[in-house]
């Protein structure tokens, strides 16, 4: 079966802008978090959906958001881009979320922000 | 807080075997995955330990003694393939959030 795809792969943004990753989760996956990869944090939780509900929210401004549809492909949104927020922005889907353990990633959307 | 140390960097050569720990703080414990990441690739996941003791899966083993906040991954017969980011996680909750250790990046020599 397909992987969790995320698209697009690679994003050249300016400051100010805003931008919007998507996910698409394995089919039958209704979970699906957001992190976000850098040399210096590691990965870092930004948030999980799971039935269309975000169910749990790391500690990142409110700059950052996200919405998961009916289909559960969700999608993030970063307004008023900041060098900092230069990343790899992964995605990772579940079967329920509770109980699972095994976290299936994409192969992430590398965000640069000039 | 909640947070996972590893080590940043360890070197072996093929064939070896090679260990890599994980000591953790969190509140509220459900156990401890592993995740293997090559450069530019997608986190895979490679083992959870929800119970003190040895998980084997293949070459690849992982193990968790939760009286000391601790686990590890071992890694037999070492490959150069095995080269990568290995990372500890941790589920914070019976959900899908997982707080991450830096990560420790394995470089295998011939």
């Known amino acids: 079966k397909a992987g969790v795809t995320q698209t697009p792969r690679y994003l050249i943004k300016t400051r100010g802008q805003q931008v919007t990753l998507s996910c698409s989760p394995i089919?039958?996956?209704?979970?699906v978090s957001w992190y976000q990869q850098t040399p210096g944090q590691g990965l870092q939780f930004l948030f999980e959906?799971?039935?269309?509900?975000?169910?749990n929210k790391g500690n990142f401004p409110g700059r950052f958001s996200g919405r998961q549809f009916s289909n559960s492909r969700s999608e993030m949104n970063v307004s008023t881009l900041e060098l900092g927020d230069s990343a790899l922005y992964l995605c990772?889907?579940?079967?329920?979320?509770?109980?699972?353990?095994?976290?299936?990633f994409g192969q992430g959307t590398r965000l640069t922000v000039v | 807080g909640q947070s996972l140390e590893q080590p940043s960097e360890v070197t072996a050569v093929e064939g070896a075997i090679v260990q890599i720990n994980c000591t953790y703080q969190?509140?509220?414990?459900?156990?401890l995955s592993w995740y293997q990441q090559h450069d530019g690739g997608a986190p895979t996941f490679l083992s959870y330990?929800?119970?003190?003791g040895l998980e084997e899966t293949g070459r690849f083993s992982s193990f968790l003694s939760r009286s000391d906040s601790y686990g590890y991954l071992l890694l037999q017969e070492l490959q150069m393939k095995d080269s990568a980011s290995y990372f500890c996680?941790?589920?914070?909750?019976?959900?899908?959030?997982?707080?991450f250790g830096q990560g420790t990046t394995l470089q295998v020599k011939p």
């Open positions: 990772a889907s579940r079967r329920s979320g509770t109980g699972d353990t095994e976290a299936f």
């Open positions: 089919s039958g996956h209704r979970s």
């Open positions: 959906y799971f039935s269309e509900t975000q169910r």
């Open positions: 969190t509140s509220g414990f459900y156990g």
């Open positions: 330990n929800a119970l003190d």
């Open positions: 996680a941790a589920p914070t909750s019976n959900t899908g959030k997982l707080i």
